[in-house]
């Protein structure tokens, strides 16, 4: 953690953050359920990966939510997500950038073959996230930004690097 608040940390304040409600999250909630034609939250505890696969969910679109809401300033509406097509990508500055989402405190991981710059959200609880920055290619394309893992997934360690959008856009 003290490696990652050193490069984030003179920051952090001044990052883009929202706090969603439990109305909100409950949206997810029914969606996932009506998903995977389950009737209520038992049946979701019950089956096989059901609940990661709802906080999978739920990380994503919080995470495409404020990064939408920020940078179109506008609300984002759930309802018109499909889960079966959703990617969590968004046209910025007239590239496309996948939103990557790690809990805070953790750094991001990245396919290793991953081409398309990327805009990193934390997530501090379940309910709050924060946008630490987005990255241009040349970052991305840097092997010296990244350790590898033990899954062939790339860390990327170089937070410091990442663009800010604490000045606005």
């Not at 970052?139 to 899954?151: A, F, G, I, P």
Request: aromatic share 16%.
């Amino acid at each position: 953690m003290k490696e990652y608040l050193s490069k984030i940390g003179d920051n952090l304040r001044s990052l883009p953050s929202i706090s969603f409600s439990r109305f909100q999250e409950n949206i997810i909630k029914d969606m996932v359920l009506d998903h995977l034609n389950l009737k209520d939250q038992g049946q979701l505890n019950d089956k096989f990966d059901g609940v990661s696969y709802y906080n999978s969910v739920t990380r994503k679109l919080f995470s495409y939510s404020l990064v939408f809401k920020y940078i179109y300033k506008k609300e984002f509406s759930f309802n018109q997500i499909d889960l079966n097509s959703f990617k969590p990508i968004i046209n910025f500055k007239d590239k496309k950038f996948r939103i990557i989402t790690s809990d805070f405190g953790e750094f991001p991981l990245l396919d290793y073959k991953e081409k398309i710059p990327f805009i990193y959200v934390a997530r501090k609880s379940n309910l709050e996230f924060i946008i630490v920055g987005y990255s241009s290619t040349e970052v991305l394309e840097d092997t010296k930004n990244y350790e590898l893992s033990l899954s062939n997934r790339r860390i990327f360690k170089a937070l410091d690097k990442l663009n800010s959008f604490n000045n606005g856009i």
